[in-house]
């Protein structure tokens, strides 16, 4: 299995998990399973982004952008 399809595979495990569907919550999950270490978008005066990811609906440009976020960064880990 590629990191494209891992990434799109727990992004469904999360969707089946979780309903709270929260930012936070969710990076929390992916570090965890993956053992990764992303984080929130983070404002200037340190803020996270508290507000729900949207990944019911896989053409969103969010849910897109994701994969892409995790593929990367297992992409990353894997040169390591």
């Known amino acids: 299995m590629n990191n494209n399809e891992k990434a799109k595979q727990i992004i469904a495990k999360y969707v089946q998990s979780n309903t709270s569907r929260q930012r936070d919550d969710f990076y929390t999950f992916v570090n965890k ?11 200037s005066d340190g ?4 507000s729900r990811v949207e990944l019911s609906n896989t053409s969103t440009d969010e849910y897109k ?10 992409n990353d880990k894997n040169k390591e």
């Open 33 to 43: 399973e993956l053992n990764l270490k992303l984080k929130a978008y983070t404002y």
């Open 47 to 50: 803020r996270s982004e508290k």
């Open 65 to 74: 952008y994701l994969v892409e976020k995790i593929e990367n960064a297992l």
